[in-house]
């Protein structure tokens, strides 16, 4: 039977990569930049955790790591990597106006290239025979959770902590935009920048910190792929396409970081959902859940665009360059 | 305001201008359109930096280089287009770009307060998308006195309200003016002069003509400072001749998206062989007018009629599209105001842009790339377009070219009817007068033009007869031969619900 | 004027000689060459003159080596070609992928469902049909929500890529062989049925000629055409575009059914033409390179033939350096975005003038 107590937190982990990409990509956007370019990060954050953390692994034996060094050196590289990602976004679109379609999907193949290449590349340097890097010492103080055992412990307890720091950063993430004065402006910036700029906002200061910080938290959720879902093993194109699920759940949960944490749950569900609905020998279903995410999240845009609300369009500016129009 | 000159390249916005404001009083600043007011302005709110000049308050010297300078001086600007973020409420938009730490329950108070005290009537936590136009001005007042200004300045504040809206307004300016708050109000309608301001200054093509208490002013005054005396521009016009009506515009009627109505009741009749001025200050209701006959503007009731030259069975046009009204056989030719952004396109050259008429001709799948090629030859040499080719980008050209480029296609078109919004806006005047020429030369041959235009000269010695505008009314229409400047003048600015002479 | 902003003043240029243009550009290659050459030799220790000829010789080394080039090249440039059209109306079809995907599913369907059932002359006909359809439905689909409801293209088409993707995921365990294993294989091994004929004894020759003759045809129909012409009106501005009676919805509608038809062809080729098989991954990213192909080329699809060879040579040859020197073969992606980014950032020196203030109040 459908057993919720073992599917739950296994959804709750496949949410949680999707929860940072969607939240970083809420900042964003809110700033009215689209970042297509959000996969690519994800990947960057994922890898530069790794490579910190196979560093620090090589140079330290297992017994004498530090947990505070063992978890910060990877959180650095990962959000260090991510950062330089988000800057590199800005230059192109906010400094030199170039396009964001463009640049964005030039960043995604720029970053699932860099997380594919190093991981291959980190393989060799193991010289082990395997195709991917394992590095569960590290993985251990990822996923160190509190271990309560009954239904309670395992649905609600049983996560690293990046899993809990992502729902504090959504929640967060939320509040500021909502309660925050810098928040309005924010939205004030991706709604109507030449509003914002009369009403003496600096909108170039406030696109680079949202994408930047938006790309920050989006490369945790690479990070929390590999060192507590995947166990610290990097194996190449594994992260697949959460990325895009990640940009996906930015629509679904019509801009709402909050609601994110609930939808990314539920698109996590829909990812797994296969394995506890018993499907008998017919295994093609599985991929036709796995399509549920964007398919719902296609009638969410499209009812979106219908209903013309005006809260629930996409930040107005979203997509275009801003400058001062100077005669 | 001491000597303070602006200049735009080579065109200067304003010259070595003086102006005072004292403390409690309403200000009038008048002048016709492009005579400088908003530059002016600017200047004061920080969006442009004076090239000469100095600005003083309370008798000291100050430095304004951003609207948040502005601020500090106490001095805010309520601009024409409001600039508003459509999503938010108003106490969002009003506290937008301040500091501190986000309270909206307190600024909302406050922002009521302000509103009991000088009697605004908004919801402070009303969406703007869910907000009249008046609304929306009053959040932009709001938004300045949220900050602490004592001199306000409002830019045409009440073009866009109704006449009930505009005396609203005005009281509520009388009460701020007797808080000791100084206002200056940018407007041309002279009887809203008279209504509100304790003084006029007038402004005329970038100089400063004077001041006058307004108890010592009259309409008419006041008229002859904003328009000043006659110039004779010696623009040949020939007597028309075989004068026959060819479209008569009935009842027309019109709202835009805001559902602000922009044409009411519209009728007139545009005669071939005839140069027909619509004169009126700016946005009141030309474009529209223009546009709706065109076909590329929802019209709500009214009709537009077409008398064809050879006599045969008159036509409808509203209802049908721009194609559909070539379709029936009806060669109408439109230069619209927005040269760049409706007439042409931009990043394509000469032959491009002669196709934007002719690309449908010809069988097949392919354009027929000669004959545009051909024309734009022609207009290129014709009209003495400088350009270094006919595949050469319009964008690029120069104001004078590309409405040569434009003017050239339209005419080229053998039209029955030609329409020019603005004709020579921004022009300089030898292809003003080239294109004053072309028009006469198309009434002489028998086409009905229309000349939307701004500068009353050209208006009075380029017509035939002048139809003026108001508020989307017609207020007159008058034979450009026996008219003058005040008369039309008078016209322009007459009182919303007045006379209407046929 | 705001004081913070003086040092630099920025505004848009007006004439730009086009030999300026090409320099800016070109300088903009050069000097990505050049970091890509320091990257590579940091990585590989190898001198950079070294690296670029290995780069060609993994591009060009071999007429096997050729061959795939030129296929990789037809391959890319006519997904760019496909979507050029959407582009040029300012439509941000970024949905290429699926749309090619859907077409390689399309005709994957037919060969399996009617190989050897039917005369392969027929088979084939029904591919082509089936294909194109397919495309032009994943199109049509954005399209029409875009001209009527305005629904955002750009998420609409990136939604639609995944939808496409699952699909062929399900299909491919459907018709799995052998059973259990996850993936398709060669479709129709023995009877070769519904392969696209192979000319000249050469079976990459057919996508590498129909390709040619498409970027023929495309120029032709985006600046001689009244098609192109309009899409071209209605890219600029949709004001001129009614002002000149060009019905904006109906251009919008219908050049997204070309672009998915193009794309669904394109997926024929892939699968008929070369693959024989279906995988979710059988586009590779071709659909999104080639928005940066059909950009990089200011949708000019004689440029276009130049981009995407640029692209393709530097991803074959990057493949070489990762198997010569044992790195990994993401390593082209790499070069490739250093590239993109390049390029990128130098329309911003085409588009506009960048000068030092000399002073604070000089505007």
Redesign the interface.
């Known amino acids: 039977m459908f057993d919720l107590a073992s599917f739950l937190p296994r959804a709750v982990m496949q949410g949680i990569p999707l929860l940072y990409g969607s939240t970083g990509e809420i900042l964003t956007e809110k700033s009215g930049n689209?970042n297509?370019g959000i996969p690519g990060v994800m990947y960057v954050g994922g890898i530069c955790g790794v490579i910190g953390a196979f560093f620090y692994e090589q140079s330290t034996p297992a017994a004498d790591m530090n947990a505070f060094l063992a978890i910060g050196i990877p959180m650095l590289c990962s959000l260090l990597g991510s950062l330089l990602m988000g800057l590199?976004y800005c230059?192109?679109t906010v400094t030199?106006?170039?396009?964001q379609?463009?640049?964005g999907?030039?960043?995604?193949?720029?970053?699932?290239?860099?997380?594919?290449?190093?991981?291959?590349?980190l393989i060799?340097l193991t010289d082990s025979e395997v195709p991917s890097i394992a590095l569960s010492a590290t993985s251990a103080y990822f996923s160190k959770s509190l271990n309560v055992g009954g239904w309670f412990g395992q649905v609600f307890l049983s996560y690293g902590f990046l899993a809990y720091l992502a729902i504090v950063i959504a929640l967060f993430a939320s509040y500021f935009l909502k309660?925050?004065?810098t928040?309005?402006?924010l939205?004030?910036v991706g709604?109507?920048a030449?509003?914002?700029d009369?009403?003496?906002?600096n909108v170039t200061k406030y696109k680079y910190l949202a994408t930047c910080i938006g790309s920050m938290i989006a490369g945790l959720g690479g990070l929390y792929y590999v060192m507590d879902y995947a166990c610290g093993v990097w194996s190449?194109n594994a992260f697949g396409?959460r990325g895009?699920?990640a940009?996906?759940l930015v629509?679904f949960t019509i801009w709402r970081p909050n609601v994110s944490v609930l939808a990314s749950i539920l698109f996590g569900g829909f990812y797994i959902l296969y394995i506890f609905i018993p499907t008998g020998t017919n295994?093609?279903?599985k991929?036709?859940y796995?399509?549920l995410p964007?398919?719902v999240?296609?009638v969410v845009?499209?009812i979106v665009?219908?209903r013309k609300k005006?809260?629930v369009q996409?930040p107005?500016s979203?997509?275009l360059s801003y400058?001062?129009e100077?005669? | 305001m001491e000597n303070v000159t602006k200049r735009f390249g080579k065109v200067v916005a304003n010259n070595a201008i003086n102006l005072e404001l004292h403390e409690g009083e309403i200000l009038s600043l008048l002048g016709e359109n492009g005579s400088g007011k908003t530059t002016l302005m600017n200047m004061l709110s920080g969006i442009y930096f004076p090239d000469e000049g100095q600005i003083y308050i309370h008798g000291e010297p100050v430095t304004i280089a951003s609207p948040k300078d502005a601020f500090e001086h106490g001095i805010g600007m309520i601009h024409q287009h409001f600039k508003l973020v459509d999503l938010f409420t108003a106490t969002e938009n009003i506290i937008l770009g301040l500091e501190g730490k986000l309270d909206i329950a307190e600024a909302s108070k406050k922002v009521k307060e302000i509103c009991d005290k000088y009697g605004f009537d908004i919801d402070p936590n009303q969406k703007i998308y869910d907000m009249s136009v008046s609304q929306k001005q009053t959040v932009e007042i709001v938004k300045v006195l949220y900050r602490g200004a004592d001199i306000l300045i409002l830019d045409e504040p009440t073009a866009v309200l109704t006449p009930q809206e505009t005396d609203k307004l005005f009281a509520i300016m009388r009460n701020m003016k007797a808080d000791g708050k100084s206002l200056i109000i940018i407007t041309h309608k002279l009887h809203e002069v008279l209504d509100v301001s304790d003084r006029v200054a007038v402004l005329r093509k970038g100089e400063y003509v004077g001041d006058v208490a307004t108890k010592d002013a009259d309409q008419q005054s006041l008229t002859d400072m904003m328009v000043g005396h006659t110039v004779s521009l010696n623009i040949s016009r020939p007597e028309p001749k075989d004068v026959e009506k060819r479209l008569v515009i009935e009842g027309l009627t019109a709202y835009d998206e805001l559902g602000v109505k922009r044409l009411d009741d519209v009728s007139f009749t545009i005669n071939a062989g005839e140069v027909l001025g619509i004169a009126g200050v700016a946005g009141s209701g030309q474009r529209e007018l223009l546009e709706s006959i065109a076909g590329l503007y929802p019209v709500a009731s009214g009709h537009v009629t077409f008398y064809p030259p050879d006599g045969g069975k008159e036509k409808e046009l509203v209802g049908l599209d721009p194609m559909k009204i070539r379709k029936s056989g009806i060669s109408m030719s439109f230069v619209p105001e927005d040269r760049l952004g409706m007439g042409l396109v931009g990043s394509m050259g000469m032959t491009g842009n002669m196709m934007l008429r002719s690309w449908r001709k010809g069988k097949g799948l392919f354009l027929n790339r000669k004959d545009p090629e051909a024309l734009a030859n022609r207009i290129w040499e014709e009209l003495g377009v400088v350009t270094p080719s006919t595949s050469f980008p319009v964008r690029r050209m120069s104001g004078g070219n590309v409405q040569k480029v434009l003017v050239g296609r339209e005419i080229a078109q053998s039209p029955a009817v030609l329409m020019t919004a603005y004709a020579v806006r921004g022009l300089d005047i030898n292809t003003s007068y080239t294109i004053y020429n072309l028009l006469t030369e198309q009434k002489m041959r028998g086409v009905a033009v229309v000349y939307v235009g701004e500068d009353l000269d050209v208006l009075l010695e380029l017509c035939d007869r002048i139809v003026v505008l108001c508020g989307g009314q017609v207020s007159g229409v008058v034979d450009a031969r026996k008219t003058n400047k005040r008369e039309v003048g008078a016209l322009m600015t007459l009182v919303r619900g007045g006379n209407k002479d046929e | 004027m705001n004081k913070k902003q003086s040092l630099f003043h920025i505004a848009k240029r007006d004439t730009l000689p086009w030999y300026k243009a090409v320099l800016i550009r070109g300088g903009a290659i050069v000097l990505a060459l050049i970091v890509c050459a320091i990257v590579t030799t940091l990585l590989t220790g190898e001198n950079p003159i070294k690296v670029y000829s290995t780069i060609l010789y993994g591009a060009f080394g071999t007429s096997r080596k050729s061959w795939v080039t030129f296929h990789n090249l037809a391959i890319l440039l006519g997904i760019s070609l496909a979507v050029t059209p959407a582009f040029k109306m300012r439509f941000w079809n970024i949905g290429a992928e699926g749309q090619v995907l859907i077409g390689c599913l399309a005709t994957a369907a037919c060969m399996i469902c009617l190989g050897g059932k039917i005369p392969n002359g027929l088979l084939i006909v029904i591919m082509i049909v089936a294909s194109v359809a397919a495309g032009a439905l994943w199109g049509f689909l954005p399209g029409i929500f875009k001209a009527k409801w305005n629904t955002n293209e750009t998420l609409f088409t990136l939604m639609m890529n995944y939808i496409a993707t699952q699909l062929a995921a399900f299909f491919i365990i459907v018709w799995e062989v052998p059973k259990g294993s996850g993936k398709i294989g060669i479709i129709n091994q023995n009877t070769e049925a519904g392969w696209l004929p192979v000319l000249g004894g050469q079976r990459y020759l057919l996508p590498i000629l129909l390709v040619a003759i498409l970027t023929g045809v495309m120029y032709i129909y985006l600046n001689y055409s009244k098609h192109g012409y309009e899409i071209a009106v209605v890219g600029e501005s949709q004001r001129t575009a009614s002002y000149a009676g060009i019905k904006v919805e109906r251009v919008i509608v219908r050049t997204m059914i070309l672009s998915g038809a193009i794309c669904g062809l394109i997926g024929l080729l892939l699968t008929a033409g070369t693959d024989h098989t279906l995988t979710t991954t059988i586009v590779g990213g071709r659909g999104f390179t080639a928005v940066m192909v059909s950009w990089m080329a200011k949708f000019n699809p004689i440029m276009m033939i130049f981009t995407s060879l640029l692209i393709v040579v530097l991803s074959r040859g990057a493949s070489e350096i990762s198997s010569v020197f044992g790195l990994n073969h993401s390593f082209a992606d790499i070069l490739t975005g250093i590239i993109l980014f390049f390029i990128i950032g130098s329309e911003f020196f085409i588009t506009y003038k960048v000068s030092l203030r000399k002073g604070k109040k000089e505007a």
């Open positions: 689209l297509l590199l230059l192109l030199l106006r170039a396009n379609n463009v640049t999907l030039a960043l995604t193949t720029f970053g699932v290239g860099i997380g594919n290449f190093f991981g291959g590349s060799k309660h925050t004065r928040g309005l402006h939205r004030a709604e109507s030449a509003t914002a009369a009403a003496g906002i190449n396409d895009w699920l940009i996906a629509i295994l093609a279903i991929e036709l796995k399509m964007y398919v999240t296609l845009l499209i665009s219908l005006r809260e996409p107005a979203l997509g400058f001062r100077e005669r």
